[in-house]
């Protein structure tokens, strides 16, 4: 009986070396028609359940994962190397016949931000009849990761996943939930995601998008222009972060965690304490120190080999720490913690600590990167930044 289930998207990571690019410019040499030397690639699973999974497996909290794979070459890497990271992980993994299973080219070339080659594959395919082998006996939490890149979840405007969520809450169970950016090319671009968020979201207690994602889905034209300027998580200020976190809690949200990319971690809560107290298995012992709070934290001090899976293991990292009873403030430092020690290793999961050594690395003064710029004249208290509606102020 795990305490928690991590479900949803699952991949196979399929990520070339590229370091031997120089970070000057070699990335240009990526061209039709040429041949480019790279070093051995590293095959890892990825996606929402692999990355946020096994990274709180890791961090020493009972997981299952409940994703789906085929019963090709891939499929079958996908569950071995689930299993190497512990043996029971796979239990709720779904090898479906016939089927082909999801996988990525991750091009990450030194100087120049990822590119992702994707195939949805069995994801695409992830519907209701899955979400009724989950059993939710004995556990605390469930986590849903990357909506947008599962067809049968978005086509029915969220219909499934609100059910599925609002049977956890029922049991008692604490609900979270992640999403992805949606290509505005595929079906999924042209999903009306305000609508779809507007159903799920009032059987969500702990929501985790990133700033990009969120701003894409409920304020196109800001996403927009922001991303013309340079990008979203370079521009995103307070007042930004603010309205749109307002709009999460008025929705039924009871703890909002937007992730900045590397400018840090932002947290909204809502400053009703039943809702507060109704979050489930989860819920805080004490609520009000969760209630109204509104904290931003800048990322930890890191050499980075590779960023991807970061946001899921930021993820992890804050989940772990709800589970574990901490403190707003211990819950953010330890999901930027996380993240941090993902982005040390080319894979998503390969840094990510046990519990204890994370801690010690912690509690030993692990340095702070400077805040995001439309967030510095933000005060600062302790090691956190807090936003101007922090109640205990």
């Known amino acids: 009986m795990p305490e928690a289930i991590v479900a949803g998207h699952l991949c196979l990571d399929v990520i070339p070396d590229l370091s031997m690019m120089a970070a000057d410019g070699d990335g240009a040499k990526l061209q039709p028609g040429t041949l480019v030397n790279v070093g051995p690639a590293l095959l890892s699973t990825g996606g929402a359940v692999s990355n946020s999974g096994i990274?709180?497996?890791?961090?020493?909290?009972?997981?299952?994962?409940?994703?789906?794979?085929?019963?090709?070459?891939?499929?079958?890497?996908?569950?071995?190397?689930?299993?190497?990271?512990?043996?029971?992980?796979?239990?709720?993994?779904?090898?479906?016949?016939?089927?082909?299973?999801?996988?990525?080219?991750?091009?990450?070339?030194?100087?120049?931000?990822?590119?992702?080659?994707?195939?949805p594959g069995t994801n695409d395919t992830y519907g209701a009849e899955d979400f009724d082998r989950i059993s939710l006996e004995g556990?605390?939490?469930?986590?849903?990761?990357?909506?947008?890149?599962?067809?049968?979840?978005?086509?029915?405007?969220?219909?499934?996943?609100?059910?599925?969520?609002?049977?956890?809450?029922?049991?008692?169970?604490?609900?979270?939930?992640?999403m992805a950016r949606p290509d505005p090319d595929s079906d999924a671009g042209r999903v009306d995601w305000g609508a779809f968020l507007e159903r799920v979201l009032p059987h969500v207690d702990i929501f985790l998008p990133s700033i990009d994602e969120l701003l894409y889905m409920l304020d196109r034209?800001?996403?927009?222009?922001?991303?013309?300027?340079?990008?979203?998580?370079?521009?995103?200020d307070g007042d930004v972060l603010g309205r749109v976190?307002?709009?999460?809690i008025?929705?039924?949200?009871?703890?909002?965690?937007?992730?900045?990319?590397?400018?840090?971690?932002?947290?909204?809560?809502?400053?009703?304490?039943?809702?507060?107290?109704?979050?489930?298995?989860?819920?805080?012992?004490?609520?009000?120190p969760w209630a109204g709070r509104e904290l931003y934290s800048p990322c930890l001090q890191v050499e980075v080999a590779g960023t991807t899976g970061a946001g899921d293991c930021t993820i992890a990292g804050f989940l772990a720490g709800v589970l574990k009873g901490l403190s707003p403030e211990g819950a953010?430092?330890?999901?930027?913690?996380?993240?941090?020690?993902?982005?040390?290793?080319?894979?998503?999961?390969?840094?990510?600590?046990?519990?204890d050594a994370l801690q010690s690395r912690l509690d030993a003064g692990w340095a702070r990167r400077g805040a995001a710029p439309g967030l510095a004249g933000w005060d600062r208290r302790g090691e956190l930044f807090v936003g101007p509606n922090d109640s205990s102020r």
């Open 250 to 288: 008025e929705r039924g949200v009871a703890v909002a965690a937007i992730k900045l990319g590397d400018q840090g971690l932002y947290l909204r809560t809502s400053s009703d304490v039943e809702r507060l107290e109704a979050m489930g298995a989860c819920a805080p012992s004490d609520p009000g």
């Open 55 to 119: 990274a709180l497996h890791k961090l020493g909290v009972d997981t299952s994962l409940a994703g789906k794979v085929g019963d090709d070459l891939f499929g079958t890497a996908i569950v071995e190397i689930v299993k190497s990271n512990g043996a029971s992980l796979a239990d709720g993994v779904i090898v479906s016949e016939g089927e082909a299973s999801s996988y990525t080219v991750v091009i990450n070339p030194p100087g120049i931000d990822r590119t992702f080659l994707h195939c």
């Open 332 to 355: 953010v430092t330890t999901a930027v913690a996380v993240g941090g020690s993902s982005v040390e290793t080319a894979d998503a999961t390969g840094g990510v600590p046990a519990w």
């Open 221 to 236: 034209p800001l996403f927009d222009e922001l991303e013309a300027a340079g990008g979203v998580q370079e521009h995103v």
């Open 139 to 178: 556990c605390r939490l469930v986590h849903f990761g990357y909506p947008p890149l599962m067809a049968r979840i978005f086509e029915d405007g969220g219909e499934g996943l609100a059910a599925f969520h609002e049977k956890a809450r029922a049991a008692g169970v604490t609900t979270s939930l992640d």
């Open 245 to 248: 976190s307002a709009r999460l």
